[in-house]
């Protein structure tokens, strides 16, 4: 009995998707269709339509659970322990400190086999 009515919500998910696809392209469709009309009615008019399709899409169970995932995430978020102002500028201030380190000893290393191996050819010249 589940497995019916899950094919049934199924079913009719893929109809209110496929109408929100429509909706859409009808926006679009009439944006550019409307060419002469102002340009604030035309992207208000596109506005709206694609309101319209997200509305139909969050009643499918994707977008409830889509909705559900983000009220998660939020949540999520929230519970982050976020670090100070000082505690960015120290850990900026090393990450670049370290980046010009890194820079110097890998110039120094390119040196270093640069010279080894004008000093390997020119042996042989």
């Not at 589940?2 to 079913?11: D, I, L, N, P, V």
């Not at 550019?32 to 208000?44: A, D, P, T, W």
């Not at 998660?72 to 000082?86: D, I």
């Not at 500028?89 to 010009?100: G, N």
């Amino acid at each position: 009995m589940a497995t019916k009515t899950e094919a049934q919500g199924s079913f009719f998910d893929t109809i209110k998707l496929l109408t929100a696809l429509v909706v859409l392209v009808a926006g679009i469709v009439g944006f550019y269709y409307f060419e002469e009309q102002s340009l604030l009615y035309r992207v208000l008019g596109l506005l709206a339509m694609v309101g319209v399709a997200i509305g139909v899409t969050l009643t499918t169970a994707k977008g409830k659970g889509l909705v559900g995932f983000l009220g998660l995430s939020r949540t999520e978020v929230r519970k982050m322990v976020w670090p100070t102002r000082a505690e960015t500028i120290q850990t900026t201030l090393i990450v670049f400190i370290l980046v010009v380190i890194l820079a110097i000893f890998l110039w120094f290393v390119d040196m270093l086999l640069g010279a080894g191996v004008k000093a390997l050819l020119s042996v042989g010249g």
